[in-house]
């Protein structure tokens, strides 16, 4: 027995070893486990509603592989992702929280902070005073180094790990220099330093010409444009923000400025850009993923079309042109990257635009591209297209361009452009290209073929030969050799050729104004050769409108799928267009990158009425003074049946009581609104030729058209002002155009018939006299310095890094701060009494003519063109 009990004993002793054994080793292991948790795993740190494009780079670093960072996109459905992190950092600009997200961050008990916060109830700080201090000092700080630093903090300080957990170094107030280069090491205080270091580094030439970049709100990889111009052996000046260089500007002296836009540059900018006539380039970077940007036909909309193209225009910028996007990196997030082939393009344009300034004009190769209907005047839009040529190559000729043998007359030329347009202004021609007026040019399907594959890419050509068949096409403008001829009219250095139609199929209006297919190979080929074969320095198209802006694909924004883009190429290019076409001068200008250079209208005149418009003025007249009820019953009679007639009663949608023979209050306050639209309406007089002024006369009249509403309004607000009639009256046009339009008419007539020129000037130089300067609105410049040292908005809120670094680049002291916001003004222009409305315009026509040529000329030199009130 006793054996027995002895093996149970000993059975039982084993159990209970093995059991504690298995306890010791449960509990080693979750101690194990649990020592892991607090001190070993990796820390989960959420980046929630960033940018992914502002984080890529702060995290294109090396970085602790203990942290388990994760960029978070935030809208209306997000919240539970937030669960199991160790540390949550909110960006702020555009955060906004549901109630059921409000109630979730309340119940998590982790580390919460909101940056760049705009809104109160965004605005996060869930963390111990001692690390909130650190955290918004680390952000606030800016910088790769401050941002590592934060995260490491946060592993070591707020998630209270320890083990591959370097000790974090302090926030450190990183200083955004003011110049950079393509290194991020690389950036200087002032401009003196980068100059010392650009020249010692061995970039500098003092023959080649400078370009100026500012940055804008930064972003783009602007290293990639630096690159590319260096390259091609330009000198580049590399600044932060819009306009920081004020102070430097003359010292840097640039000969074109490339802003990456994000609003305006402003007065000051605008103002030296002119003085200086220095162009002004608007390149841009758009901020979707580059397929997507590539599938979306609108290019840009909204906030961003109006920052980035359209209040640059206001400053004269132009070329939208798209060189970045947002493209995935090794992590996943998206980042701007320079998009090849456009950046070399772009490169290329910048340096031929430089070019202009120092090339001599006897060596520069222009060429025009013009266009119109065929018949008594060959003409677009008002514009006398051969005398407008002519006077225009004349004018170059006088500037020592080589135009060669210029025609003797505007007849011989015209007959030529005529013959050229007749045949190569369609698709198929109207004539056959045997004529011996027609000069041309050969462009051979080798040549051909090489220029399409630099210009464009291959599955953008495969659709025009879907389409069109190969090159040439069919088009009796082929030769038997399997070759296309062009019309191109050369004198010298200068070739005109005509603008054939961007397709077949379809009216030639509609054709004119855009359809969704590539335009064939006659319509490419003429753009190819002016770039590839002729290698023009500069292209301008004449006169209102061409076709090429009109062509597919995107409104804004193009990319290298969308035909204005592939054809203009790299070419500096300028558009003639009239003056009183802002809108489609605005398609012209996104969708073919072009500088607009105005020209005016033909002289104004009076439209007057005439035939049944005349008869029915007369009968209203007649109507309204006749006091024997019957004979206006009569009046009002033929009145009704003229309208009828005409179909106004259709067109201006009058009563029902007209079918009836009732001529009512209202209805006959319709008809005579419609007739003095009509007769007051301003329409062109004849054409406008380039080079041919106005005469007094044509002067005299257009000015008065062109003031005489304005005058009739002023006339009108000094007497609502001194109580004489009231502002309903106004609406009365009967009323207004008896009481005041008149009287304009007659004031104008008097003051323009009166005042010749040379009299007229003394008077413009007396108004051109400023008045008075007036105070700015204060600003609390210690105010402003508290905000600098803390930080903080006045309402406590932090202050965005982007705001913080604004005012920082300002570097001014109290003292100095103080005297800036107490300066004045500068002296604003007296108000235009309505006799110095008048003279101005009527000195403003009699001067186009002279200042037409001259931008013209401006242009070809690489020149600042002033922006048209619209933008254009």
């Known amino acids: 027995m006793y054996p027995r009990r002895t093996n149970n004993m000993k059975i039982k002793k084993k159990n209970l070893i093995i059991a ?91 580390p919460m902070y909101t940056t760049s916060s705009t809104r109160a109830e965004t605005a996060l700080k869930k963390m111990p005073p001692e690390h909130l201090e650190n955290i918004q000092a680390y952000l606030n700080g800016g910088g790769k180094a401050n941002f590592k630093n934060m995260l490491d903090y946060i592993r070591y300080h707020l ?148 920052q980035s193209i359209t209040m640059p225009e206001l400053d004269g910028g132009c070329v939208p042109f798209v060189l970045s996007a947002l493209f995935r990196n090794e992590r996943g997030l998206l980042e701007f990257r320079m998009i090849p082939d456009r950046l070399e393009r772009f490169a290329d344009l910048v ?54 043998t210029l025609p003797a007359s505007v007849e011989a030329l015209d007959r030529e452009i005529k013959a050229n347009t007749a045949i190569f202004g369609k698709l198929n021609g109207s004539q056959t290209p045997n004529s011996r007026l027609v000069s041309t040019v050969t462009v051979t399907g080798r040549e051909y073929e090489q220029w399409v594959k630099k210009s464009m890419p291959s599955d953008l050509y495969s659709t025009v030969v879907e389409r069109y068949g190969a090159f040439p096409g069919r088009t009796i403008f082929r030769t038997p050799e399997g070759n296309m001829r062009l ?30 297919f590539s335009p064939p190979h006659t319509y490419i080929a003429t753009y190819l050769y002016l770039q590839h074969g002729f290698q ?30 592939v054809l203009i190429g790299s070419m500096p290019h300028y558009y003639l267009y009239i003056i009183n076409n802002i809108g489609e001068a605005e398609i012209a200008k996104r969708r073919s ?73 209202e ?51 000094q007497d609502l002002a001194a109580g004489k009639v009231a502002a309903s009256q106004r609406q009365d046009k009967a009323f207004f155009r008896a009481n005041y339009l008149k009287k304009a008419h007659t004031l104008a007539e008097n003051v323009l018939q009166n005042t010749p020129p040379e009299a007229a000037e003394a008077i413009l130089r007396q108004a051109s006299q400023p008045s008075p300067a007036h105070p700015q609105k204060n600003i609390d410049p210690e105010a402003m310095q508290k905000m600098i040292a803390s930080g903080k908005l006045p309402d406590g809120r932090t202050m965005p890094p982007e705001m913080m670094q604004a005012i920082k680049q300002m570097n001014m002291s109290p003292e100095a701060m103080r005297k800036r916001t107490h300066q004045a003004r500068p002296a604003a222009p007296a108000e235009l009494t309505p006799e110095v409305m008048m003279l101005k ?32």
């Open 20 to 110: 504690i054994s298995g306890a010791v080793i449960l509990l080693l292991a979750a101690c194990s486990v649990w020592g892991y948790l607090r001190y070993a795993a990796p820390t989960r740190i959420l980046l929630v509603n960033y940018p992914e494009y502002m984080l890529a780079p702060l995290l294109d670093q090396p970085l602790n592989p203990a942290l388990d960072i994760q960029a978070i996109q935030w809208n209306d459905q997000s919240g539970e992702e937030l669960r199991n992190a160790d540390c949550i950092i909110f960006f702020g600009m555009g955060l906004n929280f549901t109630a059921e997200q409000q109630k979730l961050i309340s119940e998590l008990d982790v």
């Open 351 to 404: 340096q031929k635009t430089t070019l202009l300034k120092t090339k001599p004009n006897s060596e520069k190769k222009i060429a025009i591209i013009y266009y119109g209907s065929i018949g008594k005047e060959s003409a677009t839009a008002g514009l006398g297209t051969a005398e407008s040529l002519l006077n225009i190559l004349r004018y170059l000729q006088q500037n020592n361009y080589n135009t060669g």
């Open 593 to 665: 990158y072009a500088t607009m250079l105005s020209h005016l209208t033909p002289p104004f005149m009076n439209s007057e009425a005439y035939g049944p418009i005349a008869a029915l003025q007369e009968k209203l007249h007649a109507f309204e003074i006749a006091d024997n009820p019957r004979l206006k019953a009569e009046y009002g009679k033929s009145i009704i049946e003229l309208v009828k007639k005409e179909n106004y009663h259709r067109d201006l949608q009058l009563s029902d009581q007209l079918e009836k023979g009732v001529l009512t209050d």
């Open 841 to 872: 315009a009527r000195a403003d026509l009699l001067q186009s003519t002279d200042s037409e040529l001259a931008s013209i000329l401006n242009a070809f030199n690489g020149g600042y063109i002033t922006a048209g009130p619209g933008g254009d």
């Open 159 to 306: 998630d209270g790990k320890r083990i591959n957990a370097p000790r974090p170094a302090l926030p450190q107030k990183f200083e955004r220099k003011k110049y950079f280069h393509i290194d991020e090491k690389d950036s200087f205080a002032t401009f003196a330093e980068y100059s010392q270091w650009y020249r010692s580094s061995g970039r500098f030439n003092a023959d080649n010409a400078t370009v100026l970049i500012l940055g804008g709100n930064g972003g783009g990889a602007l290293g990639g444009l630096i690159e590319a111009l260096e390259k091609r052996r330009l000198n580049v000046v590399s600044a932060h923000g819009m306009w920081p260089v004020g102070q430097d500007i003359d010292a840097i002296a640039p000969d074109l400025v490339i802003y990456q836009p994000h609003g305006r540059l402003g007065d000051e900018a605008v103002e030296y850009l002119k003085k200086r006539n220095i162009p002004l380039f608007c390149p841009i970077k758009v901020n979707q993923p580059y397929e997507e940007y590539l599938k979306d036909q609108r290019g840009m909309t909204g906030g961003m079309l109006s």
């Open 667 to 717: 209805d006959m306050l319709k008809l005579q609104q419609y007739l003095h639209e009509i007769s007051d309406a301003k329409v062109n007089r004849g054409i406008y030729i380039i080079g041919r002024p106005y005469t007094l006369a044509e002067a005299n009249e257009t000015a008065r058209l062109m003031t005489v509403d304005a005058i009739a309004e002023k006339l009108f607000q």
């Open 487 to 516: 019309g191109c009219i050369r004198f010298g250095n200068a070739v005109l050729m005509p603008q054939s139609l961007p397709g077949e199929g379809a009216s030639e209006n509609k054709l004119i104004h855009g359809v969704k």
């Open 536 to 565: 023009a320095d500069a292209i301008m198209h004449l006169g209102t409108h061409g076709s090429l802006e009109f062509t597919p694909w995107k409104q804004a924004a193009l990319s290298s799928y969308d035909w204005p883009d």
